[in-house]
């Protein structure tokens, strides 16, 4: 997209976003909402500069701590779901016996509500780090499972049988044809496991915590403090924005030849370096 075109998107974005918080404002101020449900963005904007602006301490800490807190859980949770999923996908996709029997249980984990076995997860990890750490696992393991299984059962003919031709071997297959065949399929699991571990560290918190954003909007809301509930939840948005946006990223470097713009950044770089060699 073109820089002219981008700002022009960007604008009209930002102006109907801008209207809608204008017309929310002036309805809730003239007696158009009860505030104890919904506050009004002004609170809401006030709530968030006291809590990110002046660093107010909440709950044993600073939002910046319960922030840290809840990245540092989804994060850790996040890879042992991908380590997880993805190794169980590759055994899976090389053993049909192996895929027959785990399929079911994969999608038995997968369909059970995290908030169903909050308590048994709790009752075996306890209530600290590690309980957030387990159920956003447990939530998280099967898109990387379905999705790795999916790209890596994708079979193109044409290229089983020119490495067939050149004496490749499984390994050689694997590497150079069947895994980069199924990396789109791959991130497009990594980028829902890593939304679907943001949710699962935020619904243990809701279970059982002392820190993290999920247990500050618990509180703030159980105080009837609406305006610092849904700061909470903006700041929850904001860190599931940030960590989609980085999974988006990753996939456009890695996966670069799904698109004309990565093939020609990719290029350009070679080209480049080949330069420099010369």
């Not at 393991?141 to 079979?155: C, D, M, Q």
């Not at 499984?170 to 699991?189: D, H, I, M």
């Not at 247990?215 to 909470?232: K, W």
Request: hydrophobic share 50%.
């Amino acid at each position: 997209m073109k820089p002219v075109s981008f700002l022009i998107s960007f604008l009209k974005y930002s102006l109907s976003f801008i209207i809608v918080l204008a017309l929310w404002e002036a309805y809730a101020r003239y007696g158009g909402l009860n505030e104890l449900f919904l506050p009004r963005p002004s609170k809401i904007g006030a709530k968030l500069y006291s809590l990110f602006v002046k660093v107010e301490v909440i709950e044993q800490g600073t939002i910046y701590w319960h922030f840290y807190a809840t990245l540092a859980q989804m994060s850790i949770g996040f890879a042992y779901g991908i380590t997880i999923g993805t190794t169980l996908a590759v055994l899976a996709a090389f053993n049909e016996t192996f895929r027959r029997y785990v399929a079911p249980y994969a999608v038995v984990f997968n369909v059970t509500p995290g908030i169903a076995v909050l308590p048994l997860i709790i009752a075996w990890f306890g209530f600290g780090w590690e309980s957030k750490i387990a159920l956003a696992t447990l939530v998280c393991f099967f898109p990387p499972f379905i999705n790795t299984l999916t790209g890596l059962l994708k079979k193109n003919d044409e290229a089983i049988e020119l490495f067939q031709t050149i004496g490749a071997t499984q390994s050689q297959y694997f590497w150079k044809q069947q895994l980069p065949n199924a990396l789109p399929e791959v991130f497009a699991g990594l980028k829902l496991a890593i939304t679907t571990a943001l949710l699962g560290t935020i619904v243990a918190q809701f279970g059982s915590a002392t820190e993290g954003v999920g247990i500050l909007m618990q509180r703030f809301a159980f105080r009837l403090d609406m305006a610092g509930s849904f700061a909470s939840l903006v700041t929850m948005a904001i860190m599931g924005l940030l960590v989609f946006t980085i999974a988006e990223v990753m996939d456009r470097r890695i996966v670069f030849w799904r698109d004309a713009k990565g093939l020609e950044r990719v290029s350009k770089k070679k080209q480049r370096k080949l330069m420099v060699n010369g």
